[in-house]
């Protein structure tokens, strides 16, 4: 596996934190480069750490894994788009300036599950580890800060519609991934 394939698999596994991060831009009205940056973090951080993760499980355990994955990801982003269409509605601002960290867990949980089972496919090729977590993790944050910056710029024009929006994303999202995973796509 070359470097163009490790980056290649990076820019895949970051398009639902990319996707998540736009819906998460579309909620703040201040401090956009502050959140884009924790966010690019929190997703960066676990989309590199993930694959390390499924790379020291192995092959041994990818059929427990891969038999809840899509389940943990769907539940996780079903609450947090229905959360983010009922702080709309109720008008509630549902992010402040801080970032929750309890959702932005969640959610960069959810967003990487798919980069623990590519760690286990990499623990049965020729891969340096550190590397492909590396760009892994550094595309990732490049995407997800970029992802938060569109959203803004979305949401500063559309306020509440572009929020309910972003919260159906966020479902639609999670029932691909549950539908991907139970082969109804």
Partial sequence: MNIFDIILIGISLSMDAFAVSICKGMTFYKNRYKNAIIIGLYFGIFQALMPVVGYLIGYKFHDLIANIDHWIAFFSLLFIGIKMIKGAILNENIVDDSINYKTMIILSLATSIDALIIGITLSF?????????????????????????????????????????????????????????????
């Fill in 125 to 185: 090729l020729n891969v340096n580890i550190i590397f492909s977590m590396s760009m892994i993790g550094i595309i990732t944050f490049i995407l997800s800060f970029i992802g938060v910056i569109i959203g803004n710029k979305v949401g500063e024009r559309f306020g509440v519609k572009s929020q309910i929006f972003g919260g159906f994303v966020l479902i639609i999202i999670g029932l691909k991934i549950l539908f991907e995973h139970l082969n109804l796509i």
